[in-house]
């Protein structure tokens, strides 16, 4: 094995001084922000971050005494940690950690971030191990397999070659299927999906694993029934923000839906708003079902039919994983796969 990379080699590499590449690493505020990268890119290509830039301490799982929530969004903002659907997932995870004296820190990591800002996050976290959780690229799943820190994926799996990566996701696919299922048992045959993928740029298609299972499920679900799959029925939209949202909605409308399956609750509010723009009751006219029953399901009007995520017990189990993990790092890679349940409110009327 070769020797560490040490400051100083990333100093002349980078031409800088020592203390100017300490300043960085330390996060200090008076480096200008070309000069922050300049150095930063030479960490990551020298390998920094995957030895010397990393204490070997964090892998003794006696040493675990901080994990790192890392909170992968796709939009333009990043959301704060008491956004509806992440803040449970957080405070099950903080529950669970409690009980072994271990503290949780809180970043949010853009998908479109680069990579060496990335690993940056997590030598300044001194992290024992890390919860990943949301769509996360494969190329960030692996950034951090690399570094050797003890990783856990929450709401998202990948696979890597040659490696197992631990997760933790709600069983989206069934939770899916019996959704659908449950339109079609109320009479419903010419059913709708409105799903979307990660990035801004549609030709990259980053597409997100749950909303992809969840998809699945909806397509499992008409085959069961024995109903045709129709591609005028199924839209995926990008960012799936408001302006999506009611252009997919115009255009899902020209193939008469009498029910419309959400790839979760937010876009199926913003459907549910989108469709009264255009003159279309709910459900006299179209039945929507969403996914996550995040709490603004309840309080839409009508309220909403959805598919409840336990995302404390995910958050649990994902710390659980992690301690799994670090106790025994050369164990393959195990996906825990929680119970969903439907729950049934007024948006959905029987033809």
């Given amino acids: 094995m070769g020797r560490s990379v040490t400051v100083k080699d990333i100093a002349q590499e980078a031409e800088v001084s020592i203390a100017t590449v300490s300043r960085v690493l330390n996060n200090h505020s008076n480096i200008k922000d070309e000069l922050r990268q300049r150095v930063l890119h030479v960490a990551v290509e020298l390998g920094y971050f995957k030895?010397?830039?990393?204490?070997?301490?964090?892998?003794?799982?006696?040493?675990?005494?901080?994990?790192?929530?890392?909170?992968?969004?796709?939009?333009?903002?990043?959301?704060?940690?008491d956004t509806s659907f992440w803040a449970h997932i957080l405070h099950g995870a903080?529950?669970?950690?409690?009980?072994?004296?271990?503290t949780i820190t809180y970043r949010g990591v853009g998908i479109q971030q680069p990579l060496y800002l990335l690993l940056n996050t997590l030598h300044e976290m001194r992290a024992g191990g890390i919860l990943l959780v949301g769509p996360a690229k494969p190329a960030i799943v692996e950034a951090i397999v690399q570094t050797n820190i003890p990783l856990v994926l929450v709401d998202n799996s990948v696979r890597l070659p040659g490696r197992?990566?631990?997760?933790?996701?709600?069983?989206?696919?069934?939770?899916?299927?019996?959704?659908?299922?449950?339109?079609?048992?109320?009479?419903?045959?010419?059913?709708?999906?409105?799903?979307?993928y990660a990035?801004?740029?549609?030709?990259?298609?980053?597409?997100?694993?749950?909303?992809?299972?969840?998809?699945?499920?909806?397509?499992?679900?008409?085959?069961?029934?024995?109903l045709p799959i129709s591609d005028e029925l199924v839209v995926v939209y990008n960012t799936l923000q408001p302006d999506d949202v009611f252009a997919?909605?115009?255009?899902?409308?020209?193939?008469?839906?009498?029910?419309?399956?959400?790839?979760?609750?937010?876009?199926?509010?913003r459907a549910m708003r989108a469709l009264r723009e255009l003159g279309v009751r709910i459900p006299e006219d179209i039945s929507?079902?969403?996914?996550?029953d995040v709490e603004i399901a309840e309080h839409l009007i009508p309220p909403l039919t959805t598919v409840r995520v336990n995302r404390e017990a995910m958050g649990a189990t994902a710390v659980k994983s992690l301690m799994a993990r670090i106790a025994n790092p050369q164990a393959l890679g195990v996906t825990s796969v929680l119970d969903v349940e439907l729950i049934k409110r007024a948006s959905v009327q029987p033809l």
């Fill in 51 to 81: 030895t010397g830039g990393l204490p070997t301490a964090r892998h003794d799982r006696r040493a675990l005494k901080e994990i790192g929530f890392l909170l992968n969004y796709a939009d333009l903002e990043e959301p704060s940690s």
């Fill in 94 to 102: 903080e529950r669970e950690a409690r009980k072994a004296n271990i």
């Fill in 164 to 196: 197992s990566v631990d997760a933790v996701l709600s069983d989206n696919f069934e939770g899916a299927k019996e959704a659908v299922a449950y339109l079609v048992a109320q009479g419903h045959q010419r059913i709708a999906f409105l799903g979307g």
């Fill in 199 to 226: 990035g801004n740029d549609l030709s990259s298609l980053d597409k997100i694993y749950t909303f992809e299972r969840r998809k699945d499920g909806y397509f499992s679900a008409l085959r069961d029934a024995q």
């Fill in 248 to 269: 997919a909605c115009q255009r899902l409308l020209l193939a008469r839906p009498t029910a419309l399956f959400c790839v979760n609750d937010p876009v199926a509010g």
């Fill in 288 to 292: 929507i079902v969403g996914f996550d």
